[in-house]
């Protein structure tokens, strides 16, 4: 793994890379805290290739964690980079590619706004899913998600919505009362609107092209795309080409 010493540090949560770094043994492990991301992984595939195509395209993944996503997507047929200030948690990711046997797939530690700098205009496609909503500057990483790639480019994020639904379903639902997810997993405070996450990408040079909603079937255990953005959303920008 790529380790890029940096002093673009400030806009990350120690406590929050704490907690990650903790549960790091349990990405792969696909009955833990992380069974959610593992369920909603070929959605959000899905709703990335409809997009952006990635079979043959470089992505970089942003928050990649223990690569749920990353490897997913290299083993679509894309050249995958995951980053993550996360050190356990990409280790984890490594040795799982390994593993598996992929090799067109790279773990880096390294700020998405320090490798905005050095390498802007590198990616095909970038993605950042449920990532922003740990982080104190959610606009900075939407900024340098956009300097990172390339013109005509594709952007997908994925939040929460600062919504009240949202907070009975991530937090009284998912936290207290289902249990899929450890107590303090999230902050209500710190979830994002579709309006604040639109701000934020126009402003960063982002056209808005589509939006989706993730819902949740406690009966059937079920994930689905729906339109509503309540609670959990995607969205897909693209960059002016
Ligand atoms: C809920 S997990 C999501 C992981 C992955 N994106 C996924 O959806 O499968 C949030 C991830 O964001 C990472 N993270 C938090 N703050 C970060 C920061 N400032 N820079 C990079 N990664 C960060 C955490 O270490 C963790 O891996």
Not at 111 to 130: G, K, N, Y
Request: glycine share 8%; net charge neutral.
């Amino acid at each position: 793994m790529q380790t890029d010493h940096t002093p673009h540090n400030i806009n990350v949560d120690a406590a929050e890379i704490d907690k990650f770094s903790q549960l790091a043994h349990k990405w792969w492990d696909k009955d833990s805290e992380f069974k959610p991301l593992h369920d909603i992984n070929p959605l959000r595939l899905g709703y990335i290739n409809r997009f952006a195509h990635i079979e043959g395209k470089t992505v970089l993944d942003v928050g990649c964690g223990g690569g749920i996503l990353t490897e997913a997507m290299a083993r679509g047929g894309a050249t995958a980079t995951g980053i993550d200030m996360a050190k356990k948690s990409l280790q984890i990711a490594q040795l799982h590619a390994l593993e598996g046997g992929i090799s067109n797939v790279a773990y880096r530690l390294i700020s998405v706004e320090a490798l905005a700098e050095a390498e802007p205009a590198s990616f095909d496609v970038v993605t950042c899913m449920e990532m922003m909503e740990h982080v104190p500057d959610p606009a900075s990483i939407v900024r340098a998600c956009a300097r990172l790639a390339k013109p005509g480019g594709w952007v997908f994020f994925s939040t929460l919505n600062r919504k009240p639904k949202a907070y009975l379903h991530a937090i009284l639902g998912a936290e207290y009362l289902l249990q899929m997810l450890p107590r303090g997993t999230h902050d209500y405070q710190k979830f994002i609107t579709p309006a604040e996450l639109a701000r934020m990408c126009r402003q960063a040079g982002l056209e808005l092209v589509d939006s989706k909603g993730l819902s949740y079937n406690p009966l059937s255990k079920q994930y689905r795309l729906i339109d509503s953005l309540d609670v959990n959303y995607m969205i897909a920008c693209r960059v002016a080409g």
